[in-house]
């Protein structure tokens, strides 16, 4: 059974940084490519960043590029996003996921078949 828990969310002041976690059991990790995506009140799930397999190849959003960080540590079977400068409009519930086809890198939900049950972020003005 495949599972990835997210962790590391919480309340942060605009400016702040937070890492997010995603611990990842029952799919071989290190084949997979990985995303992070958000979710705020009243809107759809949007694309955040993603992550190649190997780690050689990352992909983010215009609207978190400079400021967030993805990353994968293949040995841990963990992935990472790092978020600093914090804005208040980064306030949301935040999925990482695992693609359906493995090697590929998608951007948007429906390319991913394993989800996260999500971690809460809210940045505060």
């Known amino acids: 059974q495949v599972q990835l828990v997210e962790s590391g969310g919480g309340l942060v002041q605009a400016g702040g940084s937070l890492r997010l976690s995603c611990a990842a059991s029952?799919?071989?990790?290190?084949?997979?490519?990985m995303g992070w995506f958000r979710q705020a009140p009243g809107k759809e799930r949007e694309f955040v960043a993603a992550?190649?397999?190997?780690?050689?190849?990352?992909y983010y959003a215009d609207s978190v590029k400079g400021r967030f960080t993805i990353s994968r540590d293949n040995a841990r079977n963990t992935g990472n996003l790092q978020m600093d400068n914090l804005k208040p409009e980064d306030t949301a519930i935040y999925y990482c996921?695992?693609?359906?086809?493995?090697?590929?890198?998608?951007?948007?939900?429906?390319?991913?078949?394993?989800w996260g049950q999500g971690t809460q972020v809210t940045v505060s003005s």
């Open positions: 029952g799919l071989t990790f290190s084949s997979h490519a």
């Open positions: 996921a695992a693609p359906y086809a493995s090697r590929t890198t998608g951007f948007t939900p429906a390319e991913y078949r394993y």
């Open positions: 992550i190649n397999w190997s780690g050689r190849s990352t």
